[in-house]
């Protein structure tokens, strides 16, 4: 496939940014997403919803609406550049203070317990992957797509989320953060659907876009309709094909 897929469906969701209008308003003059917001997730069980943060049902959110039936046998990938980083600064914190560790807590703060909570709810065995690649999560979890469908899976759902690290970590951060998350449903490259494709690039790295993270500037690329997005360490390209 030479790194290239269809686009066959995508949803993303953020504070002031929900319809598919939102965003594609946004792409053409995106800002920063400011404040979180927590979706109605009506679609998931009430006794399980109760179990996410914020960011958790944003990313089973866009999910959702990315794949509206469940889907049995098609494979799903789900990365996150800090994941659920604010539970897991809750529970460290709790630990400096002497306080026990909740079981539950933190087996709902490891990088997998999203999809796991996604797969649970919709009653999916299939194949899912968890994966984290920094900034450049999105390529990550796209190479992994797309060794997916060379391998013969007819789609792939892919989601990325990523939120604000606590402020403890604020000398740390490279990059603008916020509270967003967006899915895609891929495929191979077929007639009637939007074509990119994710390549080798040999050249100087992105600059900085609209002060945005990477990972939402990546979806910018997709709906406003460019034909290229450099990677921030200049390895990768995002390519747009007629």
């Known amino acids: 496939m030479d790194g290239q897929f269809s686009l066959l469906g995508w949803s993303a969701f953020a504070a002031g940014l929900e319809s598919a209008e939102d965003w594609q308003a946004w792409a053409l003059a995106p800002t920063l997403p400011a404040g979180i917001a927590t979706p ?3 679609e998931m069980p009430a006794m399980q919803r109760r179990r996410l943060e914020p960011l ?17 046998g098609l494979p799903m990938v789900f990365a996150s550049r800090h994941g659920d980083v604010a539970r897991t600064y809750e529970m460290l914190a709790g630990l400096a203070r002497g306080e026990p560790l909740s079981p539950t807590h933190f087996g709902l703060s490891t990088h997998n317990a ?22 450049e999560s999105p390529e990550a979890a796209v190479t992994e797509a797309l060794a997916l469908l060379a391998d013969g899976a007819p789609e792939v759902l892919v989601v990325l989320y990523d939120g604000p690290t606590p402020e403890p970590y604020a000398e740390y951060r490279d990059e603008p953060e916020a509270a967003w998350a967006w899915a895609w449903r891929i495929a191979a490259p077929r007639d009637g659907a939007p074509r990119l494709s994710l390549q080798p690039h040999a050249g100087a790295p992105a600059k900085a876009a609209a002060a945005l993270p990477h990972g939402l500037d990546v979806l910018r690329f997709a709906l406003a309709g460019e034909g290229g997005l450099v990677s921030p360490s200049g390895t990768r390209c995002w390519h747009r094909h007629a």
């Open 40 to 42: 109605a997730l009506a």
């Open 114 to 135: 999203i999809a796991a909570q996604y797969s649970i709810a919709r009653g999916l065995t299939d194949n899912y992957l968890a994966v984290s690649g920094g900034v």
């Open 56 to 72: 958790g049902r944003m990313a089973l959110q866009v999910a959702w609406r990315c794949q509206p039936e469940a889907a049995p």
